[in-house]
């Protein structure tokens, strides 16, 4: 029984990073439209719709909230919250209250107790990221890999999520650099879901 105690709580320790790659690529097409909640489908807990559906399309805090919603659903995760804490947590995840507006995705797993904020050199498919352009805008995505040159620095980074780029939900590569439109490498916030 000793030795059961040692292994067990391990076990929930380990990233869902397989499932939450798995759950991303169950979305294949959708338009891209930053409109009403940008989810790709309802999402709902206990009887009570979190959010609905949005009829014209999709967006990168909607799509990712969808993957980290179901797959904390999935896990069982969410016991104990109530329906308002749920809808908190979607608003910070989508940057809209102040406290999470830098770093919405990693601020939610940080404060609910739920993951980490990882180091570059750390990154694994299926982390979640938000990160900013030198221009101010941003941008909530799965990572994917980083793209690098040949002397191996980072120069870009490959993820996914629902961007004008791919009209909808696509895998998408940028540059990482000081150009105007590359991602500035000071807000790039990669966060773990464990």
């Known amino acids: 029984m000793f030795l059961l105690l040692l292994v067990f709580p391990s076990a929930f320790a380990q990233p869902l990073n397989d499932y939450i790659l ?3 690529y169950r979305y294949t097409s959708g338009r891209y439209v930053l409109s009403s909640t940008g989810c790709p489908e309802h999402l709902v807990y206990a009887d009570d719709t979190i959010l609905k559906k949005s009829a014209s399309g999709t967006y990168c805090s909607g ?4 993957v980290f919603f179901n797959t904390m659903k999935e896990h069982h995760r969410f016991e104990g919250k109530s329906s ?4 908190k947590i979607q608003k910070d995840w989508y940057g809209i209250t102040r406290d999470a507006t830098e770093t919405q995705c990693l601020y939610v797993l940080e404060q609910q107790g739920w993951g980490r904020k990882i180091a570059f050199d750390e990154a694994q498919p299926g982390d979640f990221v938000q990160f900013w352009r030198n221009n101010q805008s941003g941008h909530s995505v799965i990572f994917l890999r980083w793209e690098r040159d040949s002397t191996g620095h980072i120069i870009a980074l490959t993820y996914r999520s629902s961007q004008l780029k791919t009209d909808g939900v696509g895998d998408r590569t940028e540059p990482i650099g000081t150009g105007p439109k590359d991602l500035n490498r000071n807000r790039i916030y990669l966060a773990r879901l464990e």
Do not use: I, M, V
């Not at 799509?63 to 969808?66: A, D, P």
């Not at 308002?84 to 809808?87: G, K």
């Open 22 to 24: 798995k759950e991303a």
């Open 63 to 66: 799509y990712t909230f969808t």
């Open 84 to 87: 308002d804490e749920l809808r």
